[in-house]
């Protein structure tokens, strides 16, 4: 039998002055230590900080908890899930990126509003993880958002090919067969540029896909980091009606309004879900499941309901983009969480819409404005 009273003995760990010594340099190097404040000869002090970097107690800050999701070049981690697209040079296939974000330091002077947007999300993963509120798949929702790097820039130098880059980093993925996308919606984001997302700093407007990427790229610069679910099961289980089957609202009452102890998350969206399903292994997302896009909606005539709204999901061997009408509910259809804009207009609950609210600042909650062309019925994907 173990005696837990045993009092601890140095000859049984010869070596930790010298590994906490390491421990303590290596924090100190990444900023995660005050040389100021940081007691090196208490034991406790580097105890608690090595707990923190392992994520087996509450993080010390928000760059301390956004350097451990991004981890670096080397290390497994956001930065590394994405440099392995540099190197795609296969003959006849697109180059995927020039360049990853590579340091933690490199995006703080890329990104003009980095460290105020890292502390956001931080907070409002904190307050979601606080709010108790379950995935559909029951884990604390808090548990399943984490962040994702979205090359907003290079996204945009390939709108109009977006299905042809997109395979190409697919290639890059082990996934030989190409994204699936409902016709009218690759119409819309490569040849058309109609409206597309709803504006997150107005949520009375709508945006084209081009006005939308300059609007990324004004605040985050060439690479945003945005909060996302990131669990294979989408949404949140109080979503799910009691027999199971269907949802209590549906995708047109979430879009725009949906929130999460007063955190908007609906920013999910066609570029949004494409860095998603790039950065994480795109087999795991969805592949039980169907992601509603909220932040998308657009309208496509000659059908019984013109309201459309576009999910993502991984089907056997490709992720598929579809359209569904914006009143369609069950339970298999859930939004995927994200916060991408930390710094947009005030919403609405949910609660207050189904309870007849209809306006948000003064302004009548919106409808998707009329496509100006109807979309060929079919588009072939290269």
């Given at each position: ?11 049984l ?69 994405w ?5 795609l ?19 703080e ?22 709010s ?119 995708p047109?009452?979430?879009?725009g309004k ?15 879900y ?29 059908s ?33 969480l ?34 100006r ?10």
């Amino acid at each position: 039998m173990t005696n837990n009273s045993q009092e601890f003995s140095f000859d049984l760990y010869p070596d930790i002055d010298r590994d906490l010594d390491d421990v303590y340099r290596r924090n100190l190097e990444q900023g995660l230590v005050d040389e100021e404040t940081a007691t090196k000869d208490t034991l406790d002090a580097v105890v608690k900080q090595q707990l923190v970097l392992s994520g087996h107690e509450t993080f010390k800050d928000s760059g301390a908890w956004a350097r451990k999701e991004l981890g670096n070049s080397v290390e497994d981690g956001v930065f590394q899930k994405w440099n392995k697209y540099c190197k795609l040079s296969a003959v006849g296939r697109p180059l995927g990126i020039s360049r990853a974000p590579l340091t933690f330091e490199g995006l703080e002077l890329d990104n003009p509003n980095f460290n105020e947007k890292i502390e956001k999300l931080y907070a409002a993963k904190k307050v979601l993880a606080d709010s108790g509120e379950l995935s559909s798949g029951g884990v604390n929702i808090g548990e399943t958002m984490h962040l994702v790097a979205v090359p907003w820039k290079i996204m945009k130098d390939n709108l109009g090919s977006l299905d042809v880059w997109l395979n190409g980093m697919r290639v890059a993925q082990g996934i030989e067969k190409p994204d699936e996308f409902n016709s009218d919606l690759l119409f819309d984001i490569t040849t058309y540029n109609d409206w597309l997302y709803l504006n997150p700093k107005d949520n009375g407007e709508y945006l084209k896909a081009t006005e939308y990427l300059d609007q990324r790229i004004a605040e985050d610069g060439d690479w945003g980091i945005i909060l996302a679910q990131t669990s294979s099961l989408a949404g949140l289980k109080s979503l799910i009606r009691p027999e199971g089957f269907t949802n209590t609202r549906t995708p047109d009452e979430m879009a725009g309004k949906l929130t999460v102890a007063g955190q908007r998350v609906d920013g999910m969206g066609i570029f949004e879900y494409i860095a998603l399903t790039l950065q994480e292994d795109p087999k795991t997302i969805s592949n039980r499941d169907c992601s509603w896009l909220l932040a998308n909606h657009l309208r496509v005539p000659g059908s019984a309901n013109e309201n459309k709204l576009p999910y993502g999901r991984w089907n056997e061997d490709s992720v598929v983009f579809g359209l569904l009408p914006d009143d369609y509910s069950s339970a298999l259809y859930q939004p995927r969480l994200a916060i991408v804009d930390t710094m947009q207009q005030s919403s609405i609950d949910s609660n207050d819409f189904l309870a007849g609210k209809t306006t948000i600042n003064n302004k009548p909650l919106p409808k998707p404005p009329v496509m100006r062309a109807t979309p060929p019925e079919k588009r072939l994907i290269i």
